[in-house]
């Protein structure tokens, strides 16, 4: 049983339907990215999955259990944890505090499983533990993506959904935070990617899925997908 499927799901705004039909599985333990142009569909399919956004056909199944019209505080408490699309950091907290914002609606079975937590995140991201008392708005972009992964990683998410975490950072700071998006997953979360770097994004994936105005038009695993002359040419700037 894959740990998310999404079956055959529509969502609209107002009157214009944004998906039309979309069904993808995300198995325990991939990392699993959507690509696909302006528009296509992919943060409306995050929105569907984190629960801000119902779909209008289809179904959501998490873990076995259908979450299509589950409250998305509930969603959390489920494991399904969104790292914000604009990074969404609170400016006026330090890196610590805003760690800590991750796992309040989150009861630790200990204080000890909390610090471990915290610990961990400090541990995947040293430039956060050397900060840690720097208020969050003083950070550069790529620190406050940093952040925010980080603080979604103190829910101990069983789903980690990631809405371009490259957008607008330089080149450098991309790939490491690439790096850092597999090692979460080689370390055993679930990741869901969005990404318009497709070229890095695939490359990184177990499998995934392109979309284009609101259907699924390919799928495999990211390698294949990197190879393909249609995706080449329409996402990696090669023809
Ligand atoms: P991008 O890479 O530009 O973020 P995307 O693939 O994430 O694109 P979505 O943001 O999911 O695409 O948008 C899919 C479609 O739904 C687009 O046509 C968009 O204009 C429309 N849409 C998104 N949000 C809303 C909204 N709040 N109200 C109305 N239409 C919306």
Known sequence: MALLEITDMSVAYGRIEALHGVSLTVEQGELVTLIGANGAGKTTTMRAVSGLRAPSRGSIVF???????????????????????????FPGMTVTENLEMG??????ESKAQHDETLDHVFELFPRLAERRDQVGGTMSGGEQQMLAIGRALMARPRLLLLDEPSMGLAPMIIAQIFRIVSEINAQGTTVLLVEQNAQQALSRSHRAYVLETGNVVR?????????????????????
């Open 63 to 89: 873990d076995g259990k259908d979450i299509t019209r589950m409250k998305p505080h509930l969603r959390v408490l489920e494991g399904i944890i969104q790292a914000p699309e604009g990074r969404g950091v």
């Open 103 to 108: 796992c309040y609606a989150r009861t630790f």
């Open 219 to 239: 799928s495999g695993p990211g390698r294949e997908l990197l190879a393909d002359p249609a995706v080449k040419d329409a996402y990696l700037g090669v023809a």
